[in-house]
């Protein structure tokens, strides 16, 4: 068997995975998601490479033989945060378990290591690869040398080999130092030459091939500028180069033999594992033998014909294929049952058909354990089938516990806790024009996969939600309101498509006025949606200020025009024009398309394990993003009709739900006592910042007061909310700064939530909602600014998401106990929308605040502001 070397960048592999995990610790504090990555890394390697040598190198100490040469090299990097210092130990134990030598030595850098190392094991023939999160040492590649440089996480590649750099940066690999000369490195504070990037560094050594040669041609070098650039700095390029350069001759004390392969120590990885809390990797060791398997082995099922009895077991995992993602028309592919008697596929017909299987599948008494109950209850629906027993949907376990996971595919949703025998439906049916569907005999084993998975990853998700203090939000919130969301889906919503058409005509109608006013204002007829016209017209024939120019020209984006709207009256009618547009395209134009021609009505999806928050979101159409700040987009809900004759709309939404939640978590006694006493809380604000009475508040001062009360919800800065208001940056700090003296407990919460998500990494909602944050530690200013922002904001915008959850299951239940024929239609934010019988609207006018209002008890009370109408635009 032929030699193969890894070489492992400890350090960098370290820091990359501390920065791309959340901030985990196990039960005695220790933070772990370094270590945590750095296990996923070593796995897939040694699963995927199977090496016969292996040796994982770090840095001695800060000082190394490069200081020598330039005293600031890697000067001005951040301390290392301590939440990552005190895994390293831990990473060392790691290597020790998984049979992994590491080295390090005085003065060198482990770069120098792995240089040195894999320039002695391609003298001896071995295949090298070089593992690392630093594109440093690219340098290093060569025809047996692949350098592995992590992309996203820890586990996601990028194979550097000199056909690789060639294509990436049209150099050889010899030029990589040379690069790295002229433009320095400001991670390790190689200075380069001022004002050289990649891309000028590139051309040049196209040209001159290396730095040497580029000083000895300055002369030749287009542009008097850069010539004297260089001729300034010419000795700081060669240094800069010296510095980047890789040590293949450090005086290392071991040889390749002493780093040779022999296996994993399975009962140190275990007692390690176990110590960190490790339970996914501990759970692996128990299921995989000492030999290794291929990760997608072969399964044991059965293609069933016919369904009997005897396979529809209490309980079972079942799933059911879809690869479209509208599930209200795409077809159904197949189903997959797993349980104690074995793994079943099931086709189509046959499952639709058979008496026994509807039998089961209607049965409550019958647990199945599913992925994506809604999509299951919609699709089964239309075939006249009813699914009820639903225990556990992997979907949305596995969205509570990763909410900043993207799980667009079932195979995601496995891959994320440990369960990697699934492909991704594009692995398996392609992408795009590529996609095909195989019969139902080479889709079965697919398929079959998927339910195994479900059943094999029940308990251990179940156990996580437990240990996470996350069961109730789980099986009393997520699951029970998966069931109410199918059911306002398969209800729908009636639109009337006359008045969608008016309406279309009368947009049609002005947007033709505005355009001519536009062209009139000009002086000329354009393209008023042409970005180079428009430009052309307002900044050379108006003469309005530039304010910013893009790569093609002037900027005519809508934030920029909103800064020139006192400049000019033309700028306004583009604005309104655009947004006329807009509403035209997207909403009347867009429903009409999505509009069933069966029912009469629009069928939108509620997408549940979306948003990191916590909050419902609407596709095909959305109908949360209806414009309601323009009269015209108001008026699009004129089109939203009850479906049956004598009915009506009625709209029940929370008042003012986030500020009443940060009343409630921060425990701000001015803050609580303003909604105690019903004040309008704005009105409330803006009395107490500008020190004036009630009837001195102006309209100005209570829009400004409510800029700041929800721009303090979105942990706004000095500069947003100067942005908002209009105002000077030290109007906006002096304006937060008196909201803080007013609120002193929101400030303190502010304060608080950030310092302990810095601790555990994450956040959570008033109902034990998680949304991790690992930019929280981040050593770059604009991410750990964005997340503390995410701190302060999610816990209140997540409750907010959580309380009108509850109210819907609260809600759904008592129109059932009161028999009412009332329906829930929509959840658009803070907003319900039922339509209902006349004869109930008066009770409906009682208990729908009643129950909304009682969704939870806090240290305030919530308000429900309740409308109806014959459409939806009559009801507020």
């Given at each position: 068997m032929?030699?193969k070397?890894?070489?492992?960048?400890g350090?960098?592999?370290?820091?990359r995975?501390?920065?791309?995990l959340?901030l985990?610790n196990n039960?005695?504090?220790?933070?772990?998601?370094?270590?945590?990555?750095?296990?996923l890394m070593?796995?897939k390697i040694?699963?995927e490479e199977?090496p016969t040598h292996?040796l994982?190198a770090?840095d001695?100490?800060?000082t190394?033989f490069?200081h020598q040469?330039?005293?600031?090299?890697k000067?001005?990097r951040?301390k290392?945060p301590p939440?990552?210092?005190e895994?390293?130990?831990?990473?060392?134990e790691?290597?020790e378990?998984?049979g992994v030598a590491?080295?390090?030595l005085?003065l060198?850098e482990?770069?120098?290591?792995i240089?040195?190392m894999a320039?002695m094991a391609?003298?001896?023939?071995f295949?090298?690869i070089?593992?690392t999160?630093?594109?440093?040492l690219?340098?290093?590649?060569?025809?047996r040398t692949t350098?592995?440089?992590?992309k996203?996480?820890?586990?996601?590649?990028?194979?550097?080999t000199?056909?690789?750099?060639r294509?990436?940066?049209g150099?050889s690999?010899s030029?990589l130092?040379?690069?790295?000369?002229?433009?320095?490195?400001?991670?390790?504070?190689?200075?380069?030459?001022p004002g050289i990037?990649?891309?000028?560094a590139?051309?040049?050594?196209?040209?001159?091939?290396?730095?040497?040669?580029?000083?000895?041609?300055?002369?030749r070098?287009?542009?008097k500028?850069?010539?004297?650039?260089?001729?300034?700095?010419?000795?700081?390029?060669?240094?800069?180069?010296?510095?980047?350069?890789?040590e293949?001759?450090?005086?290392v004390e071991?040889?390749?033999s002493?780093?040779?392969?022999?296996?994993?120590?399975?009962?140190k990885?275990a007692a390690?594992?176990?110590?960190?809390g490790?339970?996914?990797?501990?759970?692996?060791?128990d299921?995989?033998?000492?030999?290794?398997k291929?990760?997608?082995?072969?399964i044991?099922y059965?293609?069933l014909e016919?369904?009997d009895?005897?396979?529809?077991l209490n309980p079972?995992?079942?799933?059911?294929?879809?690869?479209e993602?509208?599930?209200?028309?795409?077809?159904i592919l197949?189903f997959s049952l797993a349980n104690?008697?074995?793994?079943y596929?099931?086709?189509?017909e046959?499952?639709?058909?058979?008496?026994?299987?509807q039998?089961?599948l209607a049965?409550?008494?019958q647990?199945?354990?599913v992925?994506d109950?809604k999509?299951?209850?919609?699709?089964l629906k239309?075939h006249?089938l009813?699914?009820n027993g639903?225990?556990?949907?992997l979907l949305?376990a596995?969205y509570?516990l990763?909410?900043?996971?993207s799980l667009?595919?079932f195979?995601?949703a496995a891959?994320v806790?440990?369960?990697?025998d699934?492909?991704?439906d594009?692995?398996?049916?392609?992408?795009g024009?590529k996609?095909?569907?195989?019969?139902?005999r080479e889709?079965a084993e697919?398929?079959?996969?998927?339910?195994?998975?479900?059943?094999a990853?029940?308990?251990r998700l179940?156990?996580?939600?437990e240990?996470n203090?996350?069961d109730?939000l789980?099986?009393?919130l997520?699951?029970p309101?998966?069931r109410i969301?199918?059911?306002m889906?398969?209800?729908?919503v009636?639109?009337?498509?006359?008045r969608?058409i008016?309406m279309?005509?009368?947009?049609?109608?002005?947007?033709?006025e505005?355009?001519?006013?536009?062209h009139?204002?000009?002086?000329?007829?354009f393209?008023i949606n042409?970005?180079k016209?428009?430009?052309?017209?307002?900044?050379e024939?108006?003469k309005?200020p530039?304010?910013k120019?893009?790569?093609?020209g002037?900027?005519?984006?809508a934030e920029?025009l909103?800064k020139?709207?006192?400049q000019?009256e033309?700028v306004?009618?583009i604005l309104h024009?655009?947004?006329?547009?807009?509403?035209?395209?997207?909403?009347?134009?867009g429903?009409?398309?999505?509009v069933?021609?069966?029912?009469g009505k629009v069928h939108?999806?509620?997408?549940?394990?979306?948003t990191?928050?916590?909050?419902?979101s609407?596709?095909?159409?959305?109908?949360?993003?209806?414009?309601i700040?323009?009269e015209e987009?108001?008026?699009?809900?004129?089109a939203f009709i009850?479906s049956e004759k004598?009915w009506?709309i009625l709209s029940a939404?929370?008042s003012?739900?986030?500020?009443?939640?940060l009343?409630?978590i921060?425990g701000?006694?001015?803050l609580i006592?303003?909604?105690?006493?019903d004040?309008?809380i704005h009105?409330?604000t803006?009395?107490?910042?500008?020190?004036?009475?009630?009837?001195q508040?102006t309209p100005e001062m209570?829009r400004?007061?409510?800029?700041?009360n929800f721009?303090?919800v979105y942990?706004i800065?000095?500069?947003g909310l100067?942005?908002?208001?209009?105002?000077?940056r030290?109007?906006a700090?002096?304006f937060?700064?008196?909201y803080?003296q007013?609120?002193?407990?929101v400030k303190?919460?502010?304060?608080?939530?950030v310092?302990?998500?810095?601790q555990t990494?994450y956040?959570?909602t008033?109902l034990n909602?998680?949304r991790?944050?690992?930019e929280?530690?981040?050593r770059?200013?604009n991410?750990r600014?964005?997340?503390?922002r995410t701190a302060?904001n999610?816990?209140?915008?997540?409750?907010a998401?959580?309380?009108?959850k509850k109210a819907?299951?609260d809600m759904?239940?008592?129109?059932?106990?009161?028999k009412l024929?009332?329906?829930m239609l929509l959840?658009v934010?803070d907003?319900?929308?039922?339509e209902a019988?006349?004869?109930?609207?008066?009770?409906?006018?009682?208990?729908?605040?009643?129950?909304?209002e009682g969704?939870?008890e806090?240290?305030?009370p919530?308000?429900v502001d309740?409308?109806?109408?014959p459409?939806w635009?009559d009801a507020?």
């Open positions: 032929a030699n070397l890894i070489l492992i960048d350090n960098s592999i370290a820091y995975a501390f920065f791309a959340p985990l039960d005695k504090g220790i933070h772990t998601n370094a270590i945590y990555g750095f296990a070593l796995s040694l699963e199977k292996m994982a770090f001695a100490g800060k190394t490069r040469t330039f005293k600031d090299y000067g001005g951040q290392t939440e990552l210092s895994q390293f130990p831990f990473i060392r790691l290597l378990a998984y590491t080295y390090e005085e060198y482990a770069d120098d290591i240089g040195t320039r391609e003298q001896e023939g295949e090298t070089i593992v999160g630093d594109r440093d690219t340098q290093l590649v060569s025809g350098v592995y440089v992590t996203k996480g820890v586990t996601e590649m990028e194979k550097y000199p056909e690789h750099i294509e990436k940066y150099l690999v030029q130092v040379d690069m790295k000369g002229l433009m320095g490195d400001a991670s390790d504070n190689i200075p380069g030459v990037g990649e891309k000028t590139i051309k040049l050594l196209k040209e001159f091939s290396s730095v040497e040669n580029l000083i000895r041609s300055i002369d070098v287009g542009g500028k850069l010539q004297e650039t260089l001729a300034a700095y010419k000795d700081q390029a060669l240094m800069s180069k010296e510095l980047a350069t890789i293949r001759n450090a005086p071991i040889s390749l002493d780093i040779a392969y022999t296996g994993e120590k399975k009962e990885m390690l594992f176990k110590e960190l490790f339970q996914s990797f501990l759970e692996k060791m299921d995989i033998p000492a030999e290794k291929e990760p997608l082995k072969n044991e059965a293609f016919e369904i009895d005897s396979v529809l079972s995992a079942l799933y059911m294929e879809m690869i993602e509208n599930y209200h028309r795409a077809p197949g104690a008697s074995g793994n596929f099931l086709p189509t046959t499952a639709l058909r058979s008496p026994a299987f039998k089961w049965d409550e008494k647990k199945k354990f992925y109950g999509k299951m209850m919609v699709a239309r006249g009813e699914i639903i225990d556990f949907d949305l596995s509570l990763n909410p900043s996971e667009g595919d195979a995601d891959a806790h440990g369960y990697t699934v492909l991704s594009d692995e398996f049916y392609g992408k024009a996609r095909t569907v195989p019969g139902e889709r697919h398929i079959v996969r998927k339910a195994l998975a479900i059943y990853l029940k308990d179940i156990r996580q939600l240990e203090k996350q109730e789980f099986f009393r997520e699951m309101l998966s969301l199918a059911e889906e398969m209800t729908g009636r639109v009337d498509t006359g969608l008016e279309g005509k009368e947009f049609a109608g002005k947007l033709e505005i355009e001519a006013e536009i009139r204002l000009a002086g000329e007829p393209n042409s970005p016209q428009l430009g052309t017209i307002l900044y024939k108006l309005l530039v304010l120019k893009t790569k093609t002037y900027s005519t984006s920029t909103e020139l709207q006192h000019h033309i306004d009618k024009y655009r947004q006329l547009g807009k509403l035209q395209s997207t909403y009347i134009d429903l009409l398309k999505v069933n021609k069966e029912t939108t999806r509620f997408n549940q394990a979306l990191q928050t916590g909050r419902l609407s596709t095909d159409p959305n109908l949360q993003n209806i414009p700040r323009l987009g108001r008026k699009i809900r004129q009850p004598d009506l939404d929370y003012q739900i986030e500020l009443r939640v009343a409630h921060s701000d006694k001015n006592d303003a909604f105690l006493k004040m309008d009105t409330s803006a009395m107490n910042v500008f020190h004036v009475e009630k009837d508040v209570r400004q007061a409510k800029a700041v721009g303090i942990g800065s000095d500069y100067s942005q908002n208001l209009g105002i000077s030290k109007e700090a002096a937060i700064e008196r803080f007013i609120y002193p407990g303190q919460f502010m304060e608080d939530i310092k302990e998500a810095k990494g956040v959570t008033l909602r998680r991790y944050i690992p929280i530690t981040s770059n200013y991410l600014s964005f997340a503390e302060m999610t816990p209140i915008q997540g409750s998401a959580d309380i009108i819907m299951i759904a239940e008592r129109l059932k106990k009161e024929k009332a329906r959840q934010h907003e319900l929308i039922f019988p006349k004869e109930e609207i008066g009770r409906l006018c009682q208990i729908v605040p009643e129950v909304m969704a939870v806090l240290k305030v919530l308000k309740v409308a109806y109408g459409t635009y507020k």
